[in-house]
C-alpha cells in the first residue's frame, strides 16, 4: 500500500525524532522509490539532522529557509 506525500514527509519528520517502526520505514521507503520530491525531502532533512546534531558547525541560513520553504510546499498540497 502506498503513502501519501503528505505522510510521506510526516515519517521523514518522525525518523529524525524517533526510529521509525518496521512497517513505517517499509512504507516510506516505497514511497521515496517512487517519488523524486520526497526523496530529495527526506534528503534534506537528513542533511539538516547531520547539520543540527554535528559538532556546531552552522547551517547557512538560506539552507535552512529552502528546507523549510520546501516542507511548506509540501504541506500546502
Ligand atoms: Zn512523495
Redesign the pocket.
Known amino acids: 500500500m502506498l503513502i501519501?506525500?503528505r505522510r510521506?514527509?510526516e515519517l521523514v519528520e518522525l525518523r529524525s525524532a524517533a526510529p521509525l517502526s518496521l512497517a513505517d520505514r517499509a512504507r516510506l521507503e516505497m514511497?521515496?522509490r517512487?517519488?523524486?520530491?520526497?526523496?530529495r525531502?527526506s534528503r534534506q532533512s537528513a542533511l539538516l539532522d547531520a547539520a543540527l546534531s554535528g559538532p556546531g558547525a552552522p547551517i547557512p541560513s538560506e539552507e535552512v529557509e529552502r528546507v523549510i520553504a520546501a516542507v511548506n510546499d509540501?504541506l500546502d498540497r
Open positions: 501519501s506525500c510521506a514527509t514511497h521515496l517512487i517519488c523524486t520530491a520526497c526523496r525531502y509540501r
